[in-house]
C-alpha cells in the first residue's frame, strides 16, 4: 500500500475512534478500513510511537485515552543526558525494539543544545529502525497501562521451555529492566499462584488490562525485595566466593556488581569478591563469562556444576571441530 493510501487510513482509524469511545476491536477496524488485521495492527502502533496517538486497550478494544498526555517535564543538561543514557542502554541491550523508547530519546534529541543535537537525533533513529514485534510492543503497552493505572492485568504466558501459554491474573507493582537477560521484567502479585511472581514481558502472548484495581501493600520497597538478586531472581540469598586472577581483579574491583558485595585483595594481585544473592542461575552466567579467570570458592554446588561444564568442554575441544551436513560450494 502506498503511503499516501497508508496516511489516509490512518486519520480515518482516528476519526473512528474518536465517534466511538468504547472503540474498536482489530477486526472491526479491518472490516471498516478493508485491510487485513495485520495491517491494523501495525496502523495501531504508528498511531501510537510515530503519530504521538494515546490509545488505551481492554478487553480486545482499542480507544483513545482520556487523559492525552502526562505533564510537561523541564529537565537540564544533565538530566536529560542521564534519561538519554539510560534510554540508549535500554534499547542496545534490549531483545525486542521498542518504539516509544525510541521516541523519548528523539524527544531528548529535539531539547539537547544544538551542538550536539544532531548526533543525538541520529543515534535515536538508528535505534528506532530496528525490526518491530507488533505483538511485543501492544502488549508492553498493555501492562504499562495497567501499571501506571493500578489496574489488575489478565496475560497468557509461555514459561522458559514451555510452548504453550497459560492464563494469569497478576497485579503490576513494578517493571523491572535486566541488562544479563537482554529483557524487561513484571513484578507483581499473581492472584493465579497466590505469590509475588517476576514474569518477563517478552513471554507474554497476550495481555489484557482488567476493570478491577488493585492497592500496592504500603511496605512494599522493589529495591529492597530485589537486594538479593543478582539480576531479577530474589530469594533467600546464598554467599558465594569468587576468586579472580592477578591480571583481572583491577576490572573486578572497580565496579559495584552487587550491594552485599565484599573484595579481598590476595597477596599475589588477585582478589576474592564475596557476594550474597538469591539465585546461582544469574550468577552463574556472569561467572561463566570471565573464562579461566576466575574460580568458584563457594558455594560447592556451583563450584561442582562448573566443574563438570569444564570437563564436558575440554573433551568437545579435544576433538577436531565436526564437519557440518551440505555440499561444499565450489571454487570459482
Not at 49 to 73: D, F
Not at 311 to 325: N, T
Request: proline share 5%; net charge positive; hydrophobic share 40%.
Amino acid at each position: 500500500m502506498t503511503p499516501q493510501r497508508r496516511s489516509v487510513r490512518l486519520i480515518r482509524i482516528q476519526e473512528l475512534l474518536r465517534g466511538r469511545r468504547a472503540g474498536y476491536t482489530v477486526a472491526e477496524l479491518a472490516r471498516l478500513t478493508g485491510v487485513h488485521v495485520r495491517t491494523i495492527q501495525r496502523d495501531l502502533l504508528i498511531l501510537q510511537t510515530e503519530s504521538g496517538v494515546p490509545l488505551t486497550e481492554e478487553h480486545g478494544r482499542y480507544a483513545l485515552m482520556q487523559e492525552e498526555r502526562l505533564g510537561p517535564v523541564s529537565l537540564t543538561l544533565q538530566e536529560a543526558r542521564a534519561v538519554l543514557i539510560a534510554t540508549r542502554l535500554f534499547l542496545r541491550y534490549s531483545d525486542e525494539a521498542d518504539p516509544f523508547a525510541a521516541a523519548a530519546l528523539k524527544r531528548i534529541a529535539g531539547i539537547m543544545p544544538p551542538a550536539v543535537r544532531d548526533q543525538v537525533a541520529a543515534a535515536a533513529e538508528s535505534l528506532s529502525v530496528r525490526p518491530l514485534d507488533p505483538d511485543f510492543s501492544r502488549n508492553l503497552a498493555t501492562v504499562t497501562e495497567a501499571w501506571a493505572r493500578r489496574r489488575s492485568l489478565r496475560i497468557w504466558y509461555r514459561s522458559a521451555g514451555r510452548r504453550l501459554s497459560k492464563e494469569v491474573i497478576v497485579d503490576p507493582y513494578f517493571l523491572e529492566p535486566s541488562a544479563a537477560g537482554f529483557a524487561t521484567y513484571l513484578i507483581g502479585y499473581s492472584r493465579t499462584h497466590r505469590t509475588m511472581r517476576t514474569f518477563k514481558i517478552e513471554r507474554v502472548t497476550s495481555a489484557e488490562m482488567m476493570p478491577q484495581s488493585f492497592e500496592a501493600p504500603a511496605e512494599l520497597n522493589v529495591d529492597e525485595l530485589l537486594s538479593s538478586a543478582w539480576g531479577v531472581v530474589w530469594g533467600e540469598g546464598r554467599q558465594v566466593r569468587l576468586r579472580f586472577a592477578p591480571d583481572v581483579a583491577w576490572r573486578v574491583r572497580e565496579s559495584r556488581w552487587h550491594p552485599s558485595q565484599s573484595i579481598d585483595d590476595l597477596p599475589d594481585g588477585g582478589c576474592v569478591l564475596t557476594v550474597t544473592v538469591g539465585s546461582m542461575m544469574e550468577i552463574g552466567r556472569w561467572v561463566r563469562g570471565w573464562g579461566d579467570k576466575v574460580e568458584v570458592l563457594a558455594p560447592a554446588d556451583l563450584r561442582a556444576e562448573l566443574r563438570q561444564e569444564s570437563v564436558a568442554l575440554a573433551r568437545m575441544y579435544a576433538k577436531p571441530a565436526a564437519r557440518l551436513g551440505g555440499k561444499r560450494a565450489r571454487r570459482p
